[in-house]
């Protein structure tokens, strides 16, 4: 996004809400990532000698985010087999999810949020936001009660519902509080929708034993996962952007003005 992979910002959103440890589970053809967060002693070596210590700075911030560790999903079997494989690193206490295609941008961090209604709640959160009917068959939805504004007390969870069975438009979005009994739960769920093993499912068993809130959180959310989604968050980053907004925004007008007239009958 601009110049800085998406998934930095993530990592930041968690640094900003307190988490100091952070795995990373990648799939093949991801080193990438490993490559971006590490250290390039001989790229530091170059900007020194040049004296270019801004970019120094820049590139050395980035490699003491935090203490980031990885783990490699051997096979894309789902985001709930993705979870188990951070089991061994988390342990028996609870933790921050966050998925890699959901940005949202706030003063306060979505996660900060989430953890606020955990310190108030305990047990599990889960971020949601109201989607329009038409879109709730590509999220996680919930049935719930509210219980305090923008707080609900999750009743049922359902993955990728038709508009048909879906129990509301509350949409799960990227940014969970979940506690370790999860783990045994995955160990042994069933593949659900898309033939994967669905985290959905496994917080709907974790419902019988255990208390989930959803959490409407403030802020704009940009589902980067999707090419629309993703060009929005470009741009509007971009125009964000003290050093980049002039220019850019000029450029966006001259675009704007020479489309072409609409000529799709639908829209
Ligand atoms: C995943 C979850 C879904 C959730 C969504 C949020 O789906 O399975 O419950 O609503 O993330 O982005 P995916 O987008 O990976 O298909």
């Not at 499912?201 to 959490?215: C, E, F, M, P, V």
Request: a negative charge.
């Amino acid at each position: 996004i601009v110049d800085k992979p998406a998934i930095q910002f993530i990592i930041e959103e968690a640094i900003q809400s307190g988490i100091e440890e952070i795995l990373i589970i990648t799939g093949r053809n991801k080193r990438a990532i490993e490559d971006h967060f590490d250290r390039s002693l001989e790229l530091e070596a170059v900007l020194e000698h040049k004296g270019n210590w801004e970019l120094l700075e820049e590139i050395r911030y980035i490699s003491d985010l935090a203490d980031i560790h990885y783990v490699r999903q051997k096979e894309a079997k789902g985001l709930g087999h993705a979870v188990y494989c951070a089991r061994k690193f988390v342990g028996q206490e609870p933790f921050a999810l966050l998925l890699g295609d959901d940005l949202v941008v706030h003063e306060e961090p979505c996660l900060k949020q989430l953890l606020r209604v955990y310190q108030q709640f305990g047990g599990n959160v889960i971020a949601l936001q109201s989607v329009p009917r038409e879109q709730v068959s590509s999220y996680g939805v919930v049935a719930s009660r509210v219980i305090a504004p923008g707080t609900h007390q999750i009743t049922d969870l359902v993955e990728k519902p038709t508009r048909e069975e879906a129990p509301s438009n509350y949409a799960i979005m990227g940014r969970y509080i979940i506690q370790p009994e999860i783990f045994d739960i995955l160990a042994t769920t069933a593949p659900g929708r898309g033939g994967e093993i669905q985290l959905t499912d496994a917080l709907k068993t974790l419902l019988d034993s255990q208390s989930i809130i959803g959490y409407e959180f403030q802020g704009k959310r940009y589902d980067i996962g999707d090419k629309l989604g993703f060009l929005a968050a470009t741009v509007e980053f971009a125009l964000a952007r003290e050093d980049l907004v002039r220019d850019f925004s000029k450029y966006l007008r001259q675009v704007v003005n020479n489309l072409p007239q609409e000529t799709d009958p639908t829209a």
